[in-house]
């Protein structure tokens, strides 16, 4: 046994490459079978098959099958793009599909390469004094080439988050992806190119850069945390969110990928909520100090795990392979495919707009409609019907039953206006009810003992409320009324819509001229609708002749097939030489060539259509001037028009009547929440009375007079039996002592004044029920002091008695 290594020969999968090759085929060269390459396709699978057995021998089948793959490439698409392509097809979601997207974004970066590399004697074969175009310098190649790299190292990073590595590997990873994307970056900024990459490509690799910055920051600051650098770890994840927010900015001003944008939130979103755990755990527990951004150790820097590789065989292909055993030698190139597309386009677009579009423009449907050709014509024939339009409108009416319809929306948008208002005044009917309690206690507590607001200002916001829907409802009943006097000013004129067609017809007078009834006039308009005749028979060769020429081009078109020419001019170009689409730019303009003749037909076409126009509307004015003096035609006119109008107004008056009641039914909605707001208010209003009368009395127990003591009990008594009839519910009396019993002394005023509806407060307020009457009819009598006593220092000078002008304050209010 050798005590050398060796290294194994690398594994490779059967693939279906005769399928893969009869598909494409099929797809792209429709001329030809597949079946006919059957001898390439065979050959190509001999080759690879040859090239990958796992032999030791030498052999130059692999270079062979290398250069046979450069040749094919010149039949299909351009390298660095298909390698590129196929990276990102690729799915990354398993380890297989990012190893295969890391070899394609490593061979895109390679094709590159080869292309910088070749620059300068591309550069040679320029005429002299010649200027290189800024999409072929060597800037414009290492840019792409940086952004493969970057794109590889990031698939890199991506299988080793898959494969659930060390932290600190995946940090470092994740920098050195974003010191790619920062040198793709860097070149794609410089001023020379910038204009070649558009702001949103610049922007996806901006925001990638910030991205994977930020990325390494939060894999290092996990990697902190598992070594109880609590500080380091905050500083990173602060300097983290820096970065994803720049990225986050860049994303908000331009239009990259969701996808892009999406997995830099979701980073950002990361970042915070690890930032807000590390704060509160080393606030709470580590206290370590956290280093400046500058102090902070820098993330290890790796070797470059991906470079650009350079597909074998691209320098020179053909040293290796016989001329006679080309693989898809006679399959047409990408080049000629992509010549006869663009071709296809070409002829389409230009036939569109110098063919298709003017003939299009040239119809005149639209002006024979204005001018009401040729059935002003026809009217003079044979009896006109009803207008199609007519009969319509009057079959919609006729299906809604409109005489009746409209009278049933009108009694519904009066019931729910007579709702609204019963509703508005019962809302309005319990604020005067509370207005009147406030009044009788009031003038049960003189002076300034009583400090509650009144209830006119306390319930401003309601009846503000109540009057405003008041005024709606006033405005929508007065165009109640205007609805009611519409209807029944065109009731009679929408009423032949719900007539039948043979009893509608008869309301419409004809315009048939006939000979026996011809005066001078229809003479006249007989001649001149004999010449106007002419000029729209003369209209109608026109437009046929037209319409001809159209379907000559569509056939025309559907059977040109250039790519016969195109083959031929690429059988004379050299076989390793890849052939451009730009090759073939005068043959195609050679072939679009022959279209110019149905264009010059087209303007000879629409010339003679003007003549003709011009003719038809000088005839048309005369013929209508003719009309004009014709009885029945003025009639039948004036018919149809109030038929029309009378239509409108039904459908104006449907409209507004099913809106009215929609309307009504939101404003009951409105009006209930009110009432229900004036009942909730009265209620808490009540309860301070309650507070109040317990309050007061508490204090009247000790210095004021039995009389104030009785009227106000009765007065409370009164309130609390309403309030209490309104809420449907009762409270047991309290047993309480006669007035003057000592057994006064050891009851606390407050547990009975506060926690006792007013109504039980003292039953004997019912006892002295009338006298307390008289005191509020009458002027008070009040039990003075005597001049020189000083208990005058501690009576308030009384308030007379109200009116009921707080009821009648509340009502002015709302009306």
């Keep these: ?64 099958y290398q250069a046979q793959l450069i040749f094919i490439a010149t039949k299909l698409p351009p390298d660095a793009t298909l390698y590129c392509n196929l990276a990102v097809s690729e799915d990354r979601s ?49 840019a792409l080439q940086h952004l493969m790299l970057a794109q590889a190292q990031e698939s890199f990073w991506q299988r080793a988050v898959l494969e659930d590595v060390k932290v600190g590997l995946i940090s470092k990873l994740a920098a050195k992806t974003a010191n790619h994307y920062g040198r793709a970056l860097e070149v794609m900024e410089d001023p020379q190119i910038e204009s070649l990459f558009s702001r949103d490509w610049i922007a996806h690799v901006r925001i990638k850069h910030h991205h994977f910055v930020a990325a390494a920051l939060y894999r290092k600051s996990i990697d902190d945390l598992g070594g109880n650098r609590y500080g380091e770890e905050i500083a990173r994840l602060e300097l983290a969110k820096v970065e994803t927010k720049k990225g986050l900015d860049t994303a908000r001003r331009s239009n990259v990928a969701k996808s892009v944008s999406d997995d830099i939130k979701t980073l950002s979103v990361t970042v915070e909520t690890s930032l807000k755990r590390a704060d509160r755990d080393n606030d709470l527990i580590y206290h370590q100090v956290v280093p400046s951004a500058t102090s902070l150790p820098a993330i290890a820097e790796i070797k470059d795990v991906v470079a650009a590789i350079i597909p074998p065989g691209l320098s020179d292909p053909k040293s290796i392979v016989d001329e006679g055993n080309v693989i898809l030698a006679e399959l047409s190139g990408w080049g000629v495919l992509k010549a006869i597309d663009i071709y296809n386009i070409k002829k389409n677009d230009w036939l569109q707009l110098e063919i298709f579009q003017p003939a299009k423009d040239l119809d005149v449907l639209a002006e024979m409609q204005a001018l009401n050709l040729p059935a002003s014509l026809d009217a003079l024939d044979k009896p006109i019907g009803l207008p199609p339009s007519l009969l319509g409108k009057a079959e919609e009416v006729r299906r809604e039953d409109g005489m009746n319809y ?68 006033e405005n929508s009943e007065n165009a109640g009324r205007e609805f009611q006097d519409t209807w029944d000013l065109w009731s009679k004129n929408i009423e032949p819509l719900c007539w039948d067609i043979e009893d509608l017809e008869r309301v419409v007078p004809s315009s048939t001229i006939t000979t026996s009834s011809a005066n001078g006039g229809s003479k006249s308009t007989q001649g001149h609708a004999r010449a106007l005749r002419s000029f729209l028979e003369s209209l109608e060769d026109v437009v046929q002749s037209r319409t001809e020429l159209v379907k000559r081009v569509h056939r025309v078109s559907n059977t040109d097939d250039v790519s016969s020419r195109f083959k031929q001019e690429e059988s004379s170009l050299a076989r390793w030489v890849e052939v451009r689409p730009e090759v073939f730019d005068q043959a195609t303009e050679e072939e679009l060539g022959k279209y110019d003749r149905y264009k010059e037909e087209l303007e000879d076409n629409a010339g003679r259509q003007d003549q003709a126009l011009n003719g038809i509307k000088e005839k048309n004015v005369l013929f209508l001037e003719s009309r004009k003096e014709d009885p029945s035609v003025k ?8 038929l029309d109008l009378a239509y409108h107004k039904y459908r104006m008056l449907c409209k507004d009547l099913i809106e009215g009641i929609k309307f009504h039914n939101d404003l009951s909605t409105l009006i209930a929440e009110l009432e229900d ?30 009389e104030e003591q009785n009227t106000a009990q009765m007065v409370a008594s009164n309130q609390a039996t309403s309030s209490n009839h309104s809420q449907q519910r009762s409270e047991p009396p309290l047993d309480l002592p006669p007035p003057d019993s000592n057994a006064w002394e050891s009851i606390s005023p407050t547990k009975g004044s506060r926690k006792k509806d007013p109504g039980s407060l003292n039953v004997a307020a019912a006892a002295e029920k009338e006298k307390a009457q008289a005191i509020r009819d009458d002027d008070f009598s009040l039990d003075l002091p005597a001049p020189n006593s000083s208990t005058w220092e501690s009576i308030s000078p009384p308030i007379p008695p109200s009116t009921s002008s707080f009821k009648k304050k509340t009502r002015k209010l709302a009306r």
Excluded at 635 to 642: D, I, M, N, P, Y
């Design 1 to 64: 046994m050798s005590n050398l290594l060796t290294l194994p020969f690398k594994s490779t999968e059967a693939i279906s490459l005769k399928n893969a090759v009869k598909s494409y085929i099929q797809r792209e060269h429709t001329e030809t079978h597949p079946d006919a390459f059957k001898w390439d396709i065979n050959k190509w699978e001999s080759l690879r098959k040859d090239a990958t057995t796992n032999t030791v021998h030498i052999s130059n089948g692999p270079f062979r």
């Design 94 to 142: 398993n380890g297989d599909g990012i190893k295969r997207s890391l070899a394609y974004f490593q061979n895109a970066a390679g094709v590159l390469s080869h292309i910088v590399s070749v620059i300068p004697t591309l550069i040679e074969s320029l005429p002299p004094n010649s200027l290189l175009p800024s999409d072929l310098s060597e800037t414009f190649f290492n």
């Design 677 to 706: 707001t004036c009942k909730v208010w009265v209620l808490e209003r009540q309860k301070d009375v309650e507070w109040l009368v317990g309050s007061l009395n508490s204090v009247s127990l000790t210095g004021a007079s039995a």
């Design 635 to 642: 009639a039948r006119e004036s018919a149809l028009q109030a």
């Design 406 to 473: 409209i009278p049933r929306l009108l009694e519904d948008l009066d019931r729910l206006s007579t709702r609204n208002r019963f509703a508005l005044d019962k809302a309005l009917d319990i604020l005067d009810q509370e207005a009147s309690e406030d009044e009788e206690m009031r003038a049960a507590f003189k002076g300034d003992v009583w400090t509650r607001p009144a209830s006119y200002e306390a319930n401003t916001h309601l009846t503000d409320a109540a009057k405003r829907y008041r005024d709606i409802l």
